[in-house]
């Protein structure tokens, strides 16, 4: 079965330090997605990718987050200057395109932890 | 603006049905979810109803939609010891839209 993988399963880095989290969505998957769980609580939407551009963002996106689609295969989330308020668990999902009868699905998550 | 709300625990006996509420705000969300989530795992998409069904039963779960009231339940029938999770409910307006979920119901199995 197709899946969504994610990259590295945990991170640990240091306040003030850049942070890249991978993934690589299911092949034939054209809508990208990035989400956050901050310990206990609610998953919360961070941004929507289609078409090589943000097609949606919401306010926890600031300028310190990024996303890109550096190679067709990745598709990363990058955050400039992590804070200690950074510390969750990241999931990326991917779903295919409109009409094609498909759900999202998510990856597996990288834990992000900032000291 | 949006959101979805579910009680945040729920404990039932091994071999009982587990029932498990929520309520959305959005009455434009076409889809309504429910995601399953073990210790340490990722989110696995368990089922979802169109806004135009009323019900959808899929082995041992049944989701019933009260879509006057917005309101969501996921049942589990004969609840075994592998079904302990957080079960979210999750809507969105379109199938490649963002999903909102809920905070999550903690589901204790009790021997």
């Known amino acids: 079965e197709p899946e969504v993988t994610q990259t590295p399963s945990h991170q640990v880095t240091q306040m003030g330090q850049e942070v890249i989290l991978r993934c690589v969505p299911i092949?034939?998957?054209?809508?990208f997605y990035w989400y956050r769980q901050i310990l206990g609580q609610k998953v919360e939407f961070l941004v929507s990718f289609y078409n090589n551009e943000i097609s949606e963002k919401s306010e926890i996106f600031d300028d310190q987050f990024s996303v890109e689609r550096p190679d067709g295969s990745n598709f990363t989330l990058k955050i400039r200057s992590t804070k200690l308020e950074d510390s969750a668990m990241y999931f990326c999902?991917?779903?295919?395109?409109?009409?094609?009868?498909?759900?999202?699905?998510f990856g597996q998550g990288t834990r992000l932890t900032v000291v | 603006g949006e959101d979805v709300e579910q009680s945040l625990f729920l404990s039932v006996r091994e071999g009982d049905s587990s029932v498990i509420n929520c309520t959305y705000t959005d009455s434009s969300s076409t889809y309504l979810y429910w995601y399953k989530q073990e210790p340490g795992a990722g989110l696995q998409l368990l089922t979802y109803?169109?806004?135009?069904?009323d019900m959808k039963q899929d082995q041992r779960l049944t989701v019933l939609l009260n879509k006057k009231d917005k309101h969501l339940s996921l049942r589990i029938a004969d609840t075994q010891t592998g079904d302990s999770a957080i079960y979210f409910c999750?809507?969105?307006?379109?199938?490649?839209?963002?999903?909102?979920f809920g905070k999550g119901t903690r589901l204790h199995i009790l021997p």
């Open positions: 109803i169109f806004s135009n069904m």
């Open positions: 999902a991917s779903n295919g395109a409109w009409g094609s009868n498909t759900e999202a699905f």
């Open positions: 999750a809507e969105s307006m379109n199938r490649d839209d963002k999903i909102i």
């Open positions: 092949s034939n998957h054209l809508y």
